[in-house]
């Protein structure tokens, strides 16, 4: 995923667009009132609360510049909630491919940061989930309304 969005930064055309947020092949793109690290630090605190594990928050930027290269502000978390994710992976074992869940806050050379993310419907497409439990991924839309505002 991280690639993708990486080879797409300088195009303005990432899909449709609905109050900015874009979507595109699966991957919707919300617009955040906040730098990369502040938003990161939003979405922290909102997992916190919501007794979500943080498994990893990757420093694509920060490791870039250890190897003397230069990219905008692009960081990685990795998330999940055994209780969430289990029913899901019961239920459809391939989409354990796509969890833990991630979102990516990035910065495109026009200085917005966006928070990437799966459409929640595009992984119950993929990987044939039932309905019923479209709520368990359903939550990283919430939190990145939430961080975005």
């Known amino acids: 995923m991280a690639i993708y969005l990486l080879s797409t930064r300088g195009k303005t055309s990432l ?5 900015g947020q874009m979507e595109d092949r699966g991957i919707i793109n919300r617009l955040s009132n906040h730098s ?12 916190r609360e919501r007794g979500v594990t943080l498994f990893a ?7 870039a510049e ?3 290269m230069k990219m905008h502000p692009t960081k990685l978390l990795v998330f999940g909630n055994p209780r969430a994710g289990t029913p899901l992976m019961l239920a459809a074992p391939s989409v354990a491919i796509d969890l833990p869940l991630k979102i990516l806050v990035w910065e495109d050379s026009g ?3 966006w928070i990437s993310y799966n459409a929640p419907e595009f992984l119950k497409e993929r990987h044939g989930l039932p ?10 839309e919430t939190l990145a309304i939430k961080a975005a505002g």
Request: no cysteine; proline share 0%.
């Open 15 to 19: 899909g449709s667009e609905e109050g």
């Open 111 to 113: 200085g917005e940061v």
């Open 36 to 47: 990369v690290d502040e938003t990161v630090k939003r979405l922290e605190r909102l997992l």
């Open 66 to 68: 250890k190897v003397e």
């Open 57 to 63: 928050l990757i420093d694509h930027s920060g490791e």
């Open 131 to 140: 309905g019923a439990l479209l709520g368990n991924i359903a939550v990283v």
